[in-house]
């Protein structure tokens, strides 16, 4: 029978095993490939960058970023099972061409004050810590001002939308001058270069007299989260006691809807103070976690990863995960999570080990007990 089930492409959906009942359902869970616990160092990423930016100029490829790939999901190029992060490098004066593309997709400043996007008409130079949107099917391009080498973080859902078979790019970009739709490789502002802040900026307050629909409006329509406002409420509320289990965890939100900036992925600062300790977490959420300030440790699946700044570190779905402050001063961490696709299907689940080592539901879409 094995012969005739192999050739029909067939799966055997029962167990042989008297002793193990479930033996049919663990079968069919062996064969799901799960991403691993696993750090980058960021002391290994920036000569790759370096190099990188000595031998392949923008001529020659309109790309020019290193993708963390998690080394049990390869040949997927994926940092978690649906997200991946990138570090990315431009030197001065550089300018890709306008795109767009299917996946949404973050950008966030690491190093230099003249990171380069145009999203939509609005053009933003951003530096350290600032966080900007490159949404579903916007036009966006990418580049850098002329004063020094800058490099960014790249977030995208790409390969949830690779396994939705729902992935694009188009590259033909075109503007309408005197009544004709005319190719352009610089995409013109239609905005003010603060229209993200001048609009979006003051927290529980929206405009009602503007169209919150930009580009193809599945997104907020903040294009561009500034660390100087980050760090500001990460300042006031510090002295909060904060969560046993998150510290003190702030989210980037839609300010039309007060939920996450996409449906599919959502994004955190996370501040731990000095030697604060974390108690331990387990989610069926993926994230991915870039080290902004500070160093510490975290415990990953049973492994111990030591970051500083600038590492990425990724938290597969179903691993516990604790983290901790080990230095003199505060730890900050921006977190990337699939969160929301989690939420939207109903699947989403958080645990906790309280101080008694107690198994707790911290959050369930069914409110299930643990």
């Excluded at 490098?89 to 550089?94: A, D, K, L, V």
Aim: aromatic fraction near 10%.
């Amino acid at each position: 029978m094995h012969e005739t089930t192999s050739r029909l492409n067939l799966f055997e959906f029962w167990g042989i095993d008297p002793n193990d009942e479930h033996q049919a359902t663990n079968r069919l869970r062996a064969d799901r490939i799960p991403a691993i616990p696993y750090i980058w160092k960021y002391k290994d990423m920036y000569p790759v960058l370096l190099e990188a930016a000595e031998v392949i100029p923008m001529e020659m490829s309109e790309r020019r970023s290193i993708i963390m790939v998690n080394p049990a999901l390869r040949p997927i190029v994926a940092t978690v099972s649906t997200l991946f992060a990138a570090y990315r490098i431009n030197t001065p004066h550089e300018m890709m061409p306008p795109h767009r593309h299917s996946p949404n997709a973050i950008r966030f400043g690491l190093t230099g004050d003249t990171n380069f996007t145009g999203v939509h008409g609005e053009n933003i130079t951003f530096g350290p810590g600032d966080l900007v949107l490159t949404p579903h099917d916007t036009w966006h391009n990418h580049g850098n001002g002329p004063d020094e080498a800058s490099v960014n973080l790249s977030v995208l859902d790409m390969p949830l939308v690779n396994i939705l078979n729902a992935t694009y790019f188009e590259f033909d970009y075109r503007e309408m001058e005197n009544g004709k739709l005319v190719e352009k490789k610089i995409q013109s502002a239609n905005v003010p270069d603060d229209y993200s802040q001048r609009y979006y900026g003051t927290g529980g307050l929206t405009p009602r007299f503007i169209n919150h629909h930009r580009g193809a409006g599945t997104s907020s329509p903040m294009f561009v989260y500034r660390w100087e406002d980050t760090d500001k409420l990460l300042r006031r509320v510090r002295d909060h006691e904060g969560s046993p289990y998150e510290g003190i965890l702030v989210e980037y939100t839609n300010p039309t809807t007060g939920g996450p900036v996409y449906k599919t992925m959502t994004f955190f600062t996370q501040l731990l103070r000095p030697g604060e300790k974390l108690l331990p977490v387990r989610q069926n959420a993926s994230q991915i976690c870039t080290v902004f300030k500070g160093s510490g440790s975290s415990i990953i699946g049973g492994k111990t990863f030591q970051w500083e700044p600038f590492d990425t570190f990724c938290i597969p779905g179903g691993d516990w995960y604790e983290h901790a402050n080990t230095s003199t001063e505060d730890a900050i961490i921006l977190v990337s999570s699939d969160e929301p696709t989690l939420r939207a299907l109903g699947f989403s689940l958080k645990h906790g080990k309280n101080r008694d080592g107690e198994t707790v539901v911290l959050e369930s879409s069914t409110q299930r007990e643990a």
